[in-house]
């Protein structure tokens, strides 16, 4: 069995696309992953699985919610050693928790634009694209920032976003 991370975006946002956390875990587990386990109620899913494609696992939780739910919900899959490489791959893990986040990408960025994202950020951020991930530090926080509004249509890719609190979080899961 493989871990594997679930990253869905936009529930629970809002008052928009409520999926209690609870039906959330029937709905995959009927799916016939296992041992599944969700961090907050924003879409953090851990679940065991047979070695299979993160691309089509991500097909695959996406339409069981949107066949149980009734929500289209964009979903990204790593495995845990993925995301345990994109930790380790980040220049400011050291950082405090919610300045510092974590943009998974749905694909390889390759018409990223870099000089408007450099442009973009303010005197005080920082960022590094590693791969499928867009590291963030915001010190003055993820809602003032120009970039992280921007960060994922300036990286012309669908990218959902957690901070280092959450990704340590499900780390230790």
């Not at 609870?22 to 907050?40: P, Q, Y």
């Not at 928790?97 to 974590?102: E, I, L, Q, S, T």
């Amino acid at each position: 069995m493989v871990t594997y991370i679930a990253w869905l975006r936009g529930i629970n946002v809002g008052g928009k696309n409520l999926l209690p956390m609870k039906e959330l875990k029937l709905t995959l587990s009927e799916m016939g992953l296992k041992d599944v386990r969700t961090h907050i109620q924003s879409g953090n899913v851990v679940f065991e699985s047979t070695r299979r494609s993160t691309a089509t696992l991500a097909k695959q939780v996406s339409a069981a919610i949107e066949a149980g739910h009734g929500m289209k919900i964009p979903v990204q899959v790593m495995t845990r050693a993925e995301l345990q490489e994109a930790f380790d791959a980040s220049p400011y893990a050291e950082g405090e928790g919610k300045a510092v986040h974590f943009y998974f990408l749905a694909e390889e960025p390759v018409h990223a634009d870099l000089p408007a994202i450099r442009e973009l950020a303010s005197s005080t951020e920082s960022f590094e694209l590693h791969g499928l991930v867009f590291h963030l530090h915001a010190p003055d926080g993820i809602g003032r920032s120009k970039l992280a509004a921007k960060a994922e249509r300036l990286l012309a890719v669908s990218a959902t976003g957690r901070n280092l609190n959450t990704v340590r979080k499900v780390l230790d899961m």
